[in-house]
């Protein structure tokens, strides 16, 4: 099994559609079998769906990420972790431990951007649990 996590700087990259970088690991099911960094070659949101599925990658760990991407990565098979923190390599061992903690619910974390799947919101920032900037709960769909 292949998963990639959004990465940057050993941390879970938190916008899925400005990542420059995956951390993809090969694992045997129970254990990490070999991890390696790559590049995006350049893709960005919907695209990144397509460029996964051809890396072979079957689950996804992330922050956030737009409704688009959600549905590209939802048609080209991947499994969705959203709403990660932390380090990118205790995430995935977490998930393997089936101990993850993400938020299933989590789609944006910015404002900006395409499509306007994080609508407008006239509410002040608070936590930022479900969405990004926005502690309100409402899971920001669009």
Known sequence: MK???TY????????????EQFKVYETDGEKIVSSQVIGTDGFGHGALAGFLKDKGISALICG?????????????????????????????????AGSL???????CHHHDHEGGSCGHHGHGHGDGESCGHHGHGHGCRG
């Open 3 to 5: 998963i990639a996590v």
């Open 8 to 19: 940057e700087n050993g941390q879970v990259f938190q916008h899925f559609g400005h990542t």
């Open 64 to 96: 956030g990420l737009g409704g688009g991407a959600r549905n590209a990565l939802a048609e080209a098979g991947i499994t969705l972790y959203p709403g990660v923190t932390g380090e990118a390599d205790a995430a995935v061992e977490a998930l393997m």
């Open 101 to 107: 903690s993400y938020n299933p619910d989590t789609t």
